[in-house]
T-cell receptor, first 112, second 113 residues
Framework: SQTIHQWPATLVQPVGSPLSLECTVE??????LYWYRQAAGRGLQLLFY??????ISSEVPQNLSASRTQDRQFILSSKKLLLSDSGFYLC???????????FGQGTRLTVV | QQQVKQSPQSLIVQKGGISIINCAYE??????FPWYQQFPGKGPALLIA?????SEKKEGRFTISFNKSAKQFSLHIMDSQPGDSATYFC????????????FGTGTRLQVTL
C-alpha cells in the first residue's frame, strides 16, 4: 500500500535560519507531488507542485523553494526564514487525472 | 485560475442534526469533486467524492449533492456526531497534467451534545 512520510512533525526555527522539509512517498511510482501551507484556522494554499523529477511549478511567489531530485521525494527549502513563514506545511501526492490526494501528517513550523 | 467559494466558515450543530456545507466553483471542465476532512494537527483525508455523471452520492451518513447548472456541490452529514467535529474542505481540480486541487477555505464543524 502507498504511504507518505513527512518530517519533522514540529519545528521551531529562528528568523534568518535555513529550512529543509522532506516528504517521501512509498508504494507508488511517478506521483504528482505537492506542498501546501495552512495558516492557523485557514484554508490550504498550494505552494509548489511537481509532475516529475526536476519539474517544479511555483504557485505563489515567496521566500521558499522546492526540489525533486528523486521520483518519490519532494523537499521544501528556504535560505532565510521569515516570521511570515510560520504555518502548517503539508505534503501531498496524487496519481494525476483528477484523482484522490493523499496528505502527509504535516509539519508545524514556528519561526521565532 | 480556479476560484472556489465555500460556506459557511463555521457551523455548530447539535448531535443528531444535519450539517450542510456548500461549495461553488467557476469552471466546468472537471470530472471530480471531493470533500476532505481534517482533524486538528493532522493532514486532510478524503471523505467522499463525486463524479458529475451522477447528481448525488451517498456513503453512510455522508452525502454529496451536485448541481452542474448552478456550479455547486454540497456535503450533507446526517445524524451528526461529536466525532464529526472537524474542518471540512471542498476541492475542485484544475485541468492539466498536474491535477492541481484548489481547496475551499474550509468549514469548521462543531457537533455539540
Amino acid at each position: 500500500s502507498q504511504t507518505i512520510h513527512q518530517w519533522p512533525a514540529t519545528l521551531v526555527q529562528p528568523v534568518g535560519s535555513p529550512l529543509s522539509l522532506e516528504c517521501t512517498v512509498e508504494g507508488t511510482s511517478n506521483p504528482n507531488l505537492y506542498w501546501y501551507r495552512q495558516a492557523a484556522g485557514r484554508g490550504l494554499q498550494l505552494l509548489f507542485y511537481s509532475v516529475g523529477i526536476g519539474q517544479i511549478s511555483s504557485e505563489v511567489p515567496q521566500n521558499l523553494s522546492a526540489s525533486r531530485t528523486q521520483d518519490r521525494q519532494f523537499i521544501l527549502s528556504s535560505k532565510k526564514l521569515l516570521l511570515s513563514d510560520s504555518g502548517f506545511y503539508l505534503c501531498a501526492w496524487t496519481l494525476g487525472g483528477n484523482t484522490e490526494a493523499f496528505f502527509g501528517q504535516g509539519t508545524r513550523l514556528t519561526v521565532v | 485560475q480556479q476560484q472556489v467559494k465555500q460556506s459557511p466558515q463555521s457551523l455548530i450543530v447539535q448531535k443528531g442534526g444535519i450539517s450542510i456545507i456548500n461549495c461553488a466553483y467557476e469552471n466546468t471542465a472537471f470530472d471530480y469533486f471531493p470533500w476532505y476532512q481534517q482533524f486538528p494537527g493532522k493532514g486532510p483525508a478524503l471523505l467522499i467524492a463525486i463524479r458529475p455523471d451522477v447528481s448525488e452520492k451517498k456513503e453512510g451518513r455522508f452525502t454529496i449533492s451536485f448541481n452542474k447548472s448552478a456550479k455547486q456541490f454540497s456535503l450533507h452529514i446526517m445524524d451528526s456526531q461529536p466525532g464529526d467535529s472537524a474542518t471540512y474542505f471542498c476541492a475542485v481540480p484544475n485541468t492539466g497534467t498536474a491535477s492541481k486541487l484548489t481547496f475551499g477555505t474550509g468549514t469548521r464543524l462543531q457537533v455539540t451534545l
